[in-house]
Structures are given as C-alpha cells and as structure tokens.
C-alpha cells in the first residue's frame, strides 16, 4: 500500500479557510467511506477530527469539515485561529482490516 | 472516553527483539479492534498492525514476518512483539482503539531506538 498524497504544507490567514487534500486510489479513498483526519501538535499523540469521510468526533469545532470526491479526500478548516497551525494527517480504510496514512501537512496561519 | 498507556520501548541492537504493552481502560476492550500506529522521527504516521474482537490480525508488508500483536481480554491490554528489529523500525510506537473504521483513542507513544 502507497501512502495517500498530501500537500506538504498550506497556509491561511486568521479567520480564513483552508482546504487539505488527500489523494489516493479507488482501492482505498475512492472504494470506502472511511477516510478519517487528525490533528498532531508537536511532541503529542494525533487526535481524530474527522472519520466516516465528514462525521465529527463531539468536542470537535464544527469548524472542521470533511468530504469526498472519487479519489480525493479534503479537510476543509474555516474561520482559521492560531491554535489550528500544526499538522495534519488523513487516513484511508483499505480493505482487509488495512489502513494507509498521508504523508501529513503542515497548515501555517500567517 | 477511554485512555490507552504504552509502555516497553527502549534502545535495542539491529536484529534485537522487543515487547510493546498497551493498557486500556474506561471502555469495553472486547468490543474494539486495537492498532498499532508508529512514526518515525520527524516523518509521518504508519500503520503497522490491527488485531480485531475475533483476536483476527493484520500486519503491514514492512513488519509481516518480523512482529506478532496479540490481545489479553483478561487484562485488557495488547501487545507488539517485534523481532528482527531494523534501524527503519525506529519510532514512536501507538496503541490505537479503532472505532467506525477510524483510529479514535490514541496513547501517549513509546519511543523504539534501533542502533548498535
């Protein structure tokens, strides 16, 4: 299995939205439902956002939005704080109890 | 909501073995499939293996052969045992709860150095 393709970094204004993608295959992304998203602070553990492609976790910000089109993935994050700057990880279900992760991206809010 | 707490990591030689212990609590272990997730310094994540409730498992191509996941319902707890420890096995280990086909609880990591 190939790691799903991220953007390795990406960048917004406070306030603004941003959109990360991941790309996959129709053997993982584009053939399930099950694309999740996390959240990893420097030096801590990841934290679902997003799983099931567009369901939140409770105590996630509605501002966190998922979807889905064929191939590709997105994280959609409006109304950008400070806090939101970290990296970000999606992940596919693959079939046969496998999963596969992104390569991570670096959000930046200028 | 449930914690999961890793422990065993440490510095082993290339070709070493090592045990990766993994201790739930606050859920109902037997009703979740539990990963491993590692990530290596500075990289990204990887999945390295799932055990499902039927004590079925799965392995990633890069550890198959090498690492065995083994659950405990007893004690609630899931175990790595990692053989044939290579540098490129050099990361920080998570226990992972998988819930809706997402990885929903994660531990704190357990850093692996493999080095001579």
């Known amino acids: 299995q190939s790691a799903l393709t991220q953007p390795r970094s990406v960048s917004g204004s406070p306030g603004q939205s941003v959109t990360i993608s991941c790309t996959g295959t129709s053997s993982d992304v584009g053939g399930y439902h099950y694309v999740s998203w996390y959240q990893q602070h420097p030096g801590k553990a990841p934290k679902l956002m997003i799983y099931?492609?567009?369901s939140r976790p409770s105590g996630v910000p509605d501002r966190f939005s998922g979807s889905k089109s064929g191939n590709t993935a997105s994280l959609t994050i409006s109304g950008l704080q400070a806090e939101d700057e970290t990296d970000y990880y999606c992940?596919?279900?693959?079939?046969?109890?496998?999963?596969?992760f992104g390569g991570g991206t670096k959000l930046t809010v200028l | 909501e449930g914690q999961l707490l890793e422990s065993g990591g440490g510095l082993v030689q290339p070709g070493g073995s090592l045990r990766l212990s993994c201790a739930a609590s606050g859920f109902t272990f037997t009703n979740y499939a539990m990963s491993w997730v590692r990530q290596a310094p500075g990289k990204g994540l990887e999945w390295v293996s799932t055990?499902?409730?039927?004590?079925?498992?799965v392995y990633a191509e890069s550890v198959k052969g090498r690492f065995t996941i083994s659950r405990d319902n007893s004690k609630n707890t899931v175990s790595l045992q990692m053989n044939s420890l290579r540098a490129g096995d050099t990361a920080v280990y998570y226990c992972?709860?998988?819930?809706?086909?997402?990885?929903?609880?994660w531990g704190q990591g357990t850093m692996v150095t493999v080095s001579s």
């Open positions: 992972t709860q998988l819930d809706y086909y997402a990885h929903r609880i």
């Open positions: 055990i499902l409730n039927s004590g079925h498992t």
């Open positions: 099931n492609v567009n």
């Open positions: 992940c596919s279900y693959a079939g046969n109890y496998i999963w596969v």
